[in-house]
């Protein structure tokens, strides 16, 4: 029997003790390089020749074979130089194959002298020795030459070398100039073309401050202590830390990410060098690098004087990636789909659905697979994409080493005179850079870009929280003549949950625009509602429906906000029109009254609900009939029931389908008896999916169904005060279901039966003209003049 191999040791493999070491020299010398064997006596044959063409130059009538015949007679000593170093070459050669004769003279005739300098001299001493006896060698042998040539010593051949230079200049400026013209030229384009794209803003020229940073607060205060270890370094450093020197800051826009880095840089009064989101992007391949070298250059000197330099890149998303769409930033992102996200036919559906649900159908519609339950503070469409190397080759690399790479020794002297007289140059001053960034497309930096030493801290200013919105309008309001109250300014705070600085500057701005229109100095509240409305439809297009339509459409948006006033609880009407606008027939928008960051099942059936009321409103209100506006409702209740159904645990079962799909739960596949093809796992899970789906939408239309037949006259009236106003707020709407005075609207008119008998008998010409394609034959129902009259008092208080 064989012995059982012994198991071999786990980590690294023992050194082989044949191969030569520290404690074990080589057997042989180390075999050298063709070049290295024959450099020096191509060196002497140079210089024979030489020789020999002097002396021809001297003598034209001199044949090349005498003149080699009688120089190598009088430069014999060349010939012994050339000879002494093949025997050099001829030594070498065999130490590098006999072990015995290289052992010979590398310990016993050279080893004593080699151990000696060791211990006497260090490396870099022995180098820079080394040094000066090649240059000296290299001077002998020239002087040498010389001589030969010149027909004197080696000594006063030395001294004669400049005059004969100089009588050669004329010629050395004529290629120098041609040379350097040639050169300068290229310099020049690349120097113009390096311009551009980066401004310098010193400490006089920057006003901005934190405290007109407003509603951000938690960002600015981790800014902060970046801004403490930059002026006082020295507290980290001491200690063995090192100073942070790259904040990235990302979120949607307008948020106030520009605003930041200038306020940073006003704080701690030191330049600012703002980078163009297109200064990398060049025609000429090569230019974007040395812009990255120039603008560290500028960086390093601004940052000598000043004790300190910020730089912020400004959509930093635009210096690209190295991996393109294999990498995932902070945003942890998608790419772009197939399709858009959504086709409007009619109604424009999602408006009137919470910021969270909006984000999914959204997500769902830009990716082919479903994600993962986003941030509930987003609600606008994900348009963005992953974006590929848009600064061009080589100019994320140049960024990249610049902001870790190794500091060089600064100036000229310092790093080219030192080493030539053998001096170490001195290391390169501390540089207190701040690097800042800015993105909303986090997921299309490099991975490189984001790790620590580079980008150390990673901050997200996201939409601001209701507190930082009201202090954000009272900032810009305090700017404007105005007459909002605190609690209207809570009350706008409210309905523009998802508002940033950018927005909010612009919709004060708007109202004020709007008063001044009206021949008004200072902004009342109805100037920023009519303000709101403009930003939030743009402005509606100057078209009229035909009766029928206006009452379909006027139906359509009604059973849409009575159903959502009735079952939405988490959930306010923001608005409800039926203006024509460039993407929507009319629709009814919602907004939550408070941050909400959890969903719960019932906020979900109550958002499905209110999407499946317009499908039951026309059946029922059009005696089973219905339009093709209803598609973007019918799109965004089954992808909500789909999320559910399949991944939320909230319908039927509590299985997960993502999972299940990539388990591949269900039949086993392959190919059943006679040739028939099985079903695979992934098409049973679909199709039971599918009807728990379809089973959880029938429950629910046959609720919103009846929600509409228990309040078919709060829909009749909705849909006769849009008729009336085409816009109505929040408030008016809620004015008209419960029976109350609003802004512009009295609902009181519509609790009284006489009312709304007539509201019935012009509802029913209207689907009669609708069945015959004719005009509606009677005429929408007035409003009394009592009623006018307090809508007027309502519109201008005293």
């Not at 493999?13 to 450099?39: A, C, N, V, Y």
């Not at 007459?483 to 500057?505: F, M, R, S, V, W």
Request: glycine share 10%; hydrophobic share 40%.
């Amino acid at each position: 029997m064989t012995a059982p191999a012994a198991p071999q040791p786990e980590g690294l493999s023992p050194p082989d003790p044949h191969e030569p070491g520290p404690s074990r020299p080589r057997p042989t010398r180390k075999k050298m390089s063709p070049w290295d064997r024959i450099r020096l006596l191509l060196l002497f044959v140079v210089a024979f020749l030489v020789v020999v063409w002097a002396a021809m130059a001297d003598n034209p009538l001199l044949p090349f074979a005498d003149s080699v015949r009688i120089e190598a007679v009088e430069t014999r000593w060349l010939l012994w130089l050339a000879g002494l170093e093949l025997l050099r070459q001829l030594h070498f050669l065999v130490c590098e194959h006999w072990s015995g004769y290289h052992r010979f003279w590398s310990e016993r005739v050279f080893g004593g002298i080699d151990r000696l300098l060791r211990r006497r001299l260090s490396d870099w001493t022995r180098f820079r020795l080394g040094r000066l006896l090649k240059i000296a060698a290299f001077l002998a042998v020239f002087a040498l030459v010389a001589a030969q040539i010149l027909g004197t010593s080696p000594v006063l051949a030395l001294f004669q070398l400049p005059a004969l230079v100089w009588s050669a200049m004329p010629l050395i400026l004529q290629l120098a100039f041609a040379f350097f013209f040639i050169a300068f030229q290229f310099i020049g384009l690349f120097w113009l073309l390096s311009r551009g794209g980066i401004d310098t803003y010193y400490p006089d020229d920057i006003k901005t401050r934190f405290r007109g940073v407003w509603g951000q607060d938690h960002v600015v205060e981790r800014i902060k202590e970046n801004i403490l270890f930059l002026e006082k370094p020295d507290e980290i450093e001491r200690k063995g830390g090192y100073v942070p020197g790259g904040i990235l800051l990302w979120g949607p826009p307008g948020t106030g990410k520009t605003l930041m880095a200038e306020a940073v840089a006003g704080e701690t009064g030191r330049p600012y060098v703002f980078v163009d989101p297109g200064a990398f992007i060049n025609m000429f391949m090569g230019i974007g690098i040395l812009k990255v070298k120039v603008l560290f250059r500028k960086l390093r000197k601004l940052a000598l004087r000043y004790g300190g330099v910020i730089v912020f890149f400004d959509e930093a998303d635009a210096l690209g990636n190295r991996g393109t769409l294999a990498q995932v930033g902070p945003g942890g992102g998608r790419g772009i789909g197939h399709r858009p996200p959504f086709q409007p036919t009619g109604c424009h559906g999602h408006t009137y659905l919470s910021g969270q649900t909006r984000w999914l159908l959204a997500r769902e519609a830009l990716s082919s697979a479903p994600s993962e339950e986003p941030d509930t503070r987003r609600s606008r469409f994900m348009m963005g994409g992953l974006a590929g190397g848009g600064a061009g080759s080589g100019t994320l690399q140049a960024l990249l080493t610049e902001l870790s790479g190794l500091k060089k020794p600064r100036g000229l002297i310092n790093r080219w005179g030192r080493r030539a007289l053998g001096m170490r140059p001195k290391p390169p001053p501390q540089y207190r850079i701040l690097v800042m960034m800015a993105t909303n497309m986090p997921e299309a930096l490099d991975e490189a870009l984001l790790r620590p030493g580079r980008i150390d801290r990673i901050y997200k200013v996201g939409y601001p929280s209701k507190a930082g919105r009201i202090r954000t309008y009272q900032g810009y309001f305090d700017q404007v003549p105005h007459e909002i109250t605190a609690d209207q300014l809570d009350k706008l705070a409210t309905i523009t949950p998802y508002a940033t600085g950018a927005t909010i500057k612009d919709l004060v701005n708007e109202a004020l625009i709007i008063a001044i229109r009206d021949g008004r100095d200072v902004i009342t509240w109805r100037d920023v509602i009519r303000a709101k409305q403009l930003k939030d439809l743009g402005p509606p297009e100057d078209v009229e429906y035909i009766e029928r339509e206006r009452h379909a459409v006027a139906m359509h948006e009604g059973c849409h906000a009575v159903v959502a006033f009735r079952v939405r609880q988490h959930m306010e009407i923001d608005l409800a029109t039926i203006e024509k606008g460039s993407d929507y027939l009319g629709m009814v928008a919602s907004i939550p009254p408070e941050d909400q960051f959890t969903r719960w099942r019932s906020e979900f059936e109550a958002d499905i609900l209110v999407s499946l009321a317009s499908l039951a409103g026309e059946r029922m209100f059009f005696d089973g009939d219905s339009s093709s506006g209803v598609s973007g409702d019918l799109e965004s209740a089954t992808t909500l029931a789909s999320f559910m159904e399949g991944f939320w645990g909230m319908g039927s079962t509590v299985s997960s389908y993502s999972t299940a799909r990539r388990l591949e739960v269900g039949s086993p596949g392959g190919r059943g008896g006679a040739g028939k093809q099985a079903e695979t796992p992934e098409a049973v899970v679909r199709t039971a999916l599918a009807d728990r789906i379809e089973d959880q939408l029938s429950v629910l239309l046959e609720r919103a169904e009846a929600i509409l037949r228990d309040n078919r006259s709060a829909v009749l009236a909705i849909a006769h005060a849009l008729e009336t106003h085409k816009t109505l707020s929040g408030e008016d709407v809620e004015a008209v279901l419960e029976g109350r005075p609003g802004t512009a609207v009295d609902g009181r008119i519509y609790t009284d039966p006489q009312f709304a008998n007539l509201l019935e008998e012009y509802h029913a010409a209207a689907v009669g003209a609708h069945h015959g394609h004719t005009a509606v034959q009677l005429t929408l129902p007035g409003v009394r003049r009592e009623e006018a009259t307090t809508a007027a008092a309502a519109q201008h208080p005293q």
